[in-house]
């Protein structure tokens, strides 16, 4: 049987002086399996990198195992192994004093456990050891079945992002909790496990709201980084309806929960005369903050940035700020003045500035479309990858700057692409890295755009932003420089 051997190069991006990005690059290594997918990666604390990639196969590309790698501050590929999957997934990677964690959730016949499994960085050897387990059916569980163009599911409002239990770090890693949905037909509720990073418990939870899940929209968790307290966040219908407009207004308000071992606390707040169609939480030092994008005329577009702050201790709303978006920032994305909102936004990348309290906010113009060819009974989806939006709104909730950057690029497979962008703030820049064709599009009113290519055919670049919100972008490497596309 013929294999397959897939190239591949481990590439990492560091800042020096003055934030001049210095490239570092791994020799090319062979790997037998023909897809996978970077999941985790995380500094060694030796000036390493401990890297793990899923591996998929089969004609559907089904998850196969994991493949966990240890490089050295050269990039040299210090040691290696795999992990099986046996109806269980990795979903986490804590890496602390000499040793590499990973996180399993392994469905059994009556329960569902978590595990940690743990090995020397020396030698990649992993054990066994079981964290907390569950009552299988405590959990919540979707499924959905397709045939042809028919699809049948117990309940798309069963689809949450803690239907097993999603695992939240605190942001120095000094705590992890664990968000459990829980079945319950009359409440919503969740079952919290928090954990110190020795692994000793530090409390458990379980958290009830007097209202049917399918009313309550869970939206996200944050971790104390100094007590490990959880902060969960939750946006609630009213009028036992899911419509997010009635009478012209919003239909819904946000709740936001503090749980520890003494207790809970909650402070709810309503949008105003706004619609907010999403909250995420950011908490650093004494600092906790709500933001999202509002619009005045529903859920499904964008006027600009809301941002919402929450004294930690007492928890109430200690002030409100709605900031449509800068006039700059309709120039750059439509070349002129125009009064339009956005639509199809999705989170890329929020940091709260130390110091200052300041929050980055950046976004996406993502969005599928779908196309049937009738001569073949086929049914094409295409992932698109547009526009990049950048903010600043400061701890007075004043928005400092809002940049878009045009960008137009489009992919068939979600798992394996390169035409999205990561992000990171240094100092007081944003970068952003991106793939892109060897030509930068001009487009109209002295602006440019990012285009697609073929993956082979893809330059790096990396986009500046300064704390001013002017920007400027430069090539890392050209295609030629790299023996295989990069993912980003």
Known sequence: MKKIVLLLLLFTISFAHAQKISVKKSQLFKDKKKHTELVFSEEDGQGGVITLRKYYAGFIRTPKGYYIEHFDSNLKLLSETEVDIDKSFIDGLLVKDGKVHLFEKKMGKESFAVNVLTSDLGKLDFTSSELFSLDKEDIKRYFGVGFGLLFFTNGANQIDGDMLGQLTFSKSKKYLAFNFDIKDKKNETHRIFVYDDNFNQVFQREFKRDIKDKYFEYEDVSIDDEDGSVYFLGKVFEGESRK?????????????????????????????DHFVSSLTSLKSGDILSCVGFYSDRNDNRYKGIVRYDIDPNTLTVTNSSYQPFTDQFILDKYGKKKEKELRSLRYRGLFML??????????????????????????????????????RINADGKLLWARNINKKQTASNPLFNSESYTSTVVGDKVYVFLNGSSKVKKIKNDRIQFKDASAKKYNLYVIEIGMDGNFEYRIVQTNKQLDVPLYV
């Open 354 to 391: 130390e110091g200052s309290g300041d929050i980055v906010f950046n976004a996406e113009e993502f969005f599928i479309t779908s196309h049937y060819n009738m001569n073949t009974g086929t049914n094409y989806i295409y992932y698109h990858y547009n526009d990049i939006i950048s903010a």
């Open 244 to 272: 997010s407009k009635k009478k012209g207004k919003a239909n819904y308000h946000y709740e936001l929960f503090k749980l520890n071992d003494e207790g809970q606390k909650q402070v709810s707040f309503n949008t105003q």
